[in-house]
């Protein structure tokens, strides 16, 4: 005769519902993040070409009327962006779509720093290193033809790395790139993404509100405070988030980084440890004939949502949603540039053109080749296995494919449209001569087991 014998205390909250089907999607998260993001970078490239047509076709003029669209919002007194912002559909884009994507990325930093490559200090130096040479170098090469004048406010622009297409890019490759070099690839793009972040909040903001920023530091209070009560109802947040979205957008810190903070204040931590998962395993099999099968079936359930963080729960339903769908309305809407009136022509000559493509292109594969080999030489660094010179150099040229970041920091830096363009031209040959190049680079380091330079820890 079955008892009511008491299950264990298991965690009965959640963060996307109660009934697994998610949780169950969430074992493998880097395989999972590779995946994705290889297959939305197709869906990018598709999305750039079809806004290149659409910018030179003779519909041309619809393209820029279309995103150039004027919205408002006004509740009240209250009018969004006053006269500091000026709100068209692709603003709406740029910082509100965005500040998803931005969030993923939270997303993507925190689980790294917690259960990735860059939680163990000995596996993350080495990309974080690569990471501050891919981002010093082409800043320095974009400077050395824009020391002055408006255009030098682009320095940030070659610092970028798209995951999307750097990932699409060693897909291609299939097999041929180990595990590790993969991995090796996305730690040092998410370390380059924490630099942007970084950069785009100092250096690319507008002047600060401080009614506005003190606003958004108390909404971020109550967001840390409601987390650590463990309340995880979705309307509220959704509500916080907003809040705090339009409180950093009016602030004059760019939008974005409202998605970025709230990234890293979710918890990336799973509910149980495995010790308490397998214990309760333990206790379901001891008592299995003495408990009701549905207490069976219920406590199963939990122990595997216990098991994954609230961050992967919520990363598994985003990253598809990024990488399908706002990115590629990003690139519809930033990548078009019309190709005719001269611009080919001007961008040829111009030093916005030339700082931006040769900072993506020299400044990457020399930048994160050289701080790598630099980097191997100290004691606490452990290199990729498989990582040999030509895979490096094939590594560093990929890292060079900036579009997305590097277009979203090109609209951040200039007013000028002539300039934005050029720097836009300069963005979207390099991207592609990049990934050329690293594909190249890589199929030939496949082929190439001889060693760049053994770590001084092994």
Avoid: C
Avoid at 24 to 34: A, D, I, N
Avoid at 121 to 142: N, S
Avoid at 154 to 168: E, L, N, R, S, Y
Avoid at 354 to 378: A, C, D, P, Q, Y
């Amino acid at each position: 005769m079955a008892s009511n014998t008491p299950i264990p205390d298991l965690p009965k909250w959640t963060f996307l519902g109660g009934d697994g089907r998610l949780a169950r999607r969430v074992g493998k998260p880097v395989r999972r993040f590779l995946h994705v993001e290889a297959s939305g970078g197709v869906v990018l490239l598709l999305a750039a070409i079809a806004a290149l047509v659409w910018a030179n076709s003779p519909w041309s003029d619809s393209y820029y009327n279309f995103w150039h669209t004027d919205f408002e919002l006004v509740i009240g007194s209250y009018h969004m962006g006053g006269e500091s912002h000026h709100l068209t559909l692709e603003t709406l884009v740029n910082d509100a779509l965005m500040a998803i994507f931005f969030f993923v990325v939270g997303l993507e930093i925190k689980r790294e720093l917690v259960s990735g490559q860059l939680k163990d200090p000995k596996a993350a130096a080495l990309p974080v290193i690569a990471a501050i040479g891919g981002m010093v170098f082409p800043a320095v090469v974009y400077v050395a033809f824009n020391s002055s004048g408006d255009a030098a406010s682009g320095w940030g622009i070659p610092m970028a790395t798209d995951i999307a297409f750097a990932v699409g890019v060693i897909s291609l490759l299939g097999d041929r790139i180990g595990r590790p070099l993969k991995v090796f690839l996305l730690s040092l793009a998410i370390a380059d993404d924490i630099g942007a972040i970084i950069i785009i909040a100092i250096f690319y903001s507008s002047d600060l509100s401080m009614s506005w920023f003190i606003t958004a530091l108390i909404i971020m209070g109550i967001i840390i405070l409601l987390r650590r009560l463990h309340i995880w109802y979705i309307p509220i947040y959704i509500a916080l988030g907003t809040a705090l979205w339009l409180a950093t957008f009016e602030s004059g810190v760019h939008a974005t980084i409202a998605g970025v903070v709230l990234g890293l204040a979710t918890p990336a931590k799973p509910q149980q440890t495995k010790e308490e998962g397998l214990a309760a395993l333990e206790w379901l099999r001891d008592k299995g004939e003495n408990i009701y099968p549905v207490d069976v079936r219920l406590t199963a359930m939990e122990l595997r949502e216990s098991q994954v963080s609230v961050a992967e729960r919520i990363e598994s339903a985003l990253h598809p949603i990024s990488s399908f769908i706002i990115i590629p309305i990003f690139a519809l809407a930033n990548a078009g540039v019309n190709m005719g009136d001269g611009l080919l022509q001007n961008a040829a000559s111009s030093p916005v053109t030339w700082g931006v493509g040769l900072g993506l292109i020299i400044g990457k594969i020399f930048g994160i080749t050289f701080m790598t080999w630099l980097g191997m030489k100290l004691p606490f660094t452990t290199a990729p296995s498989g990582l040999n010179f030509l895979s490096l150099l094939g590594l560093a040229a990929t890292a060079g494919i900036g579009f997305t970041v590097s277009l979203f920091i090109t609209n951040l830096a200039f007013d000028d449209m002539t300039i934005i363009n050029e720097s836009k031209i300069g963005i979207l040959f390099a991207s592609v001569l990049a990934g050329i190049f690293g594909l190249l680079l890589l199929r030939a380091g496949s082929k190439n087991d001889s060693e760049v330079v053994t770590s001084s820890s092994e």
